[in-house]
């Protein structure tokens, strides 16, 4: 969920140098919220406090030279207010695994995916925004199909719910696909994407069904291989 974004948005644009320092304070931005997320949920116990001090000061050092490269890049900034504000609030009254807490983390993580594309000098915003959208959809399902065979398994509406979203993201990218079908822009929802979504509709309400469910190592070897397909089909898009 840090990866995939960033790289769907570094390769949208074409690489550049600024995507170092720009990937360096993504990855330690984020240890800086998972560890201030820790600190407020042991309800701001000493012994938390010192990964938040130096993952949250090398966060800034690192945010401050990407800026040194390209100030407009602050423009990006107030986007990451409310999904990050409701992500700590969660935290703090240990709410953190849930819905909306999750919810919340992927569309935080899919706006990285536009922050990319514009450090890497990137000017067509429609494929940008389509590509965030693609990241944060597959990402959002992502949530209830885990929960459904961990936390949530056995709970037969919920596995529904599941299903019934990556369905509701099958009709939009198709519809994606139809509209801009004939027409002269270049490019749009290919329908490798929606493809990769019906797969991805089919294991939501599969996998929950099992008699032995899937351990959590194999959960998330089937996820890396889905973020791959769900990247590279939205590349070629």
């Avoid at 820790?38 to 309800?43: A, F, G, I, T, V």
């Avoid at 800034?60 to 100030?71: I, Q």
């Avoid at 749009?188 to 309400?205: N, P």
């Amino acid at each position: 969920m840090l990866a995939s974004p960033l790289l769907v948005g570094v390769l949208a644009s074409g690489p550049a140098w600024i995507h170092l320092p720009l990937a360096a304070f993504w990855f330690v931005g984020y240890f800086a919220f998972f560890a201030t997320g820790l600190w407020l949920k042991s309800s701001r116990r000493a012994r938390y406090l010192p990964p938040v001090r130096v993952h949250g000061l090398t966060a800034a050092a690192l945010g401050a030279a990407v800026l040194a490269l390209d100030g407009t890049l602050a423009l990006w900034i107030p986007v990451f207010v409310v999904p990050l504000g409701i992500g700590l609030w969660s935290s703090a009254r240990r709410t953190d695994r849930s819905l909306v807490s999750g919810l919340s983390t992927t569309v935080g993580s899919a706006l990285m995916t536009v922050v990319a594309y514009d450090a890497g000098g990137g000017q067509d915003w429609l494929r940008a925004g389509v590509l965030a959208a693609v990241q944060a959809a597959y990402f959002a399902g992502t949530v209830f199909y885990v929960k459904s065979l961990i936390r949530e398994r056995g709970n037969q509406a919920f596995a529904r719910a599941g299903v019934a979203f990556h369905a509701a993201c099958v009709v939009l990218a198709a519809g994606a696909v139809l509209m801009f079908e004939g027409r002269p822009h270049p490019w749009g929802v290919s329908w490798w994407v929606v493809s990769v979504f019906v797969a991805l509709t089919l294991r939501a309400g599969w996998v929950p069904r099992l008699a032995t469910p899937p351990t959590p190592a194999r959960i998330g070897v089937g996820e890396i291989a889905s973020t791959t397909a769900v990247a590279v089909s939205s590349l070629l898009a």
